[in-house]
């Protein structure tokens, strides 16, 4: 392990190793308004949702590393605390990555980048017509977190109003994630986009408690063959077969391979763990569970 305390390394290679590891990270396009009322536009990536009810979102204008000045976005939510965040698809990619040069306070982003400002319902910052996405938000805590360089500056602000471009919904009105297609930013030069294989289903209801990994055989806990994944599985079914269920599945569809190994038991433990990762890959877990637990019964 390459171990270490962040106080030990200059900024710019903690900021890599912690850009590189907390990724991906949901960008925001937030928008606000100068002081002279033009409009600012700039994508941030220390970006959540932190609550639902109330709605809040948090980002992070943090100080330049460079010069340790503050950026256009935290000056304007000083002076005015209103922002609309624009979520960002993949076909806004190099557009919000030019807003995220640093123009002179006064230039518009807008006209930079090419996107559409439109008006807002209930804040005065402009919204991103190409974004998905978009929440008017009122901002109520604004939490320095330093006063050097690289220092953050946590916006804290509630969702007020939400816009969702029906082009990204489907049939029950539910954003279809292969249709928003958001893009991430990873660290330095790399992003990502959350579409086609990328975007995977887990099926472990939250309010269903599994078996846990524990319930598992040591040997099973320990196979070269299964992977994390394999057990995480397995430690999601709801029950462990019975010994009758297991028993009648060794006999009616085993008893060839436990003949067939019966001199070498660390041959059919393999046998039969390979399978168990094979019937897990077809989604057949509880039957894999139990041609592990034949082992040894
Ligand atoms: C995708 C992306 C994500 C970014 N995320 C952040 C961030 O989370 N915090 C930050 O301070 N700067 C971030 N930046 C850099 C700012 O966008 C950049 O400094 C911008 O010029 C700030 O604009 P402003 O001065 O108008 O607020 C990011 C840039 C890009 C392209």
């Known amino acids: ?29 937030a928008s606000t308004l100068n002081d002279d009322g ?10 959540n949702l932190f609550s639902v009810n109330p709605p809040v979102v948090v980002f992070s204008p943090a100080r330049r590393g460079r010069d ?6 935290y000056d304007n939510l000083k002076r005015r605390p209103e922002v609309v965040i624009n979520l960002v698809s993949f076909g806004m990619t190099q557009q919000c990555s030019l807003a995220g040069v640093d123009f002179a306070q006064g230039i518009s982003e807008f ?22 996405v978009q929440l008017e938000c009122k901002v109520f805590e604004i939490k320095e977190l330093g006063e050097n360089g690289g220092a953050g500056n946590l916006i804290l602000a509630e969702i007020v109003k939400v816009h969702i471009n029906e082009d990204v919904l489907n049939e ?13 930013r990873m660290g330095g030069s790399y992003w990502c986009r959350a579409s086609g294989d990328s975007v995977f289903t887990v099926n472990n209801p939250p309010t269903k408690i599994g078996i846990g990994v524990d319930s598992l055989p040591p040997e099973v806990i320990d196979s070269n063959i299964l992977s994390g994944n394999d057990l995480g599985r ?23 391979l436990f003949i067939e190994h ?12 390979q399978l168990a990762k094979d019937l897990i890959s077809n989604n057949k877990v509880e039957e894999a569970l139990t041609v592990l637990l034949t082992y040894n019964d």
Do not use: C
């Open 234 to 256: 397995l430690g999601q079914l709801l029950e462990l077969p019975n010994e009758t269920e297991v028993n009648d599945y060794k006999l009616l569809e085993l008893s060839e």
């Open 68 to 73: 340790n000045t503050t950026k256009h976005t």
């Open 111 to 132: 006209d930079k980048t090419g996107l559409t400002p439109i008006d807002s319902e209930i804040v005065n910052p402009f919204r991103v017509k190409e974004s998905p």
């Open 262 to 273: 019966e001199d070498n038991s660390a041959m059919l433990e393999k046998k039969l763990h």
């Open 1 to 29: 392990m390459l171990t270490f305390e962040p106080k030990d390394l200059p900024i710019p290679q903690l900021h890599q190793y912690l850009l590189n590891s907390i990724a991906p990270r949901p960008i925001a396009l």
């Open 172 to 184: 029950e009105k539910m954003i279809d994630p292969h249709k928003i297609d958001l893009i991430g």
């Open 38 to 47: 033009s409009p600012n536009l700039a994508p941030f990536s220390f970006f």
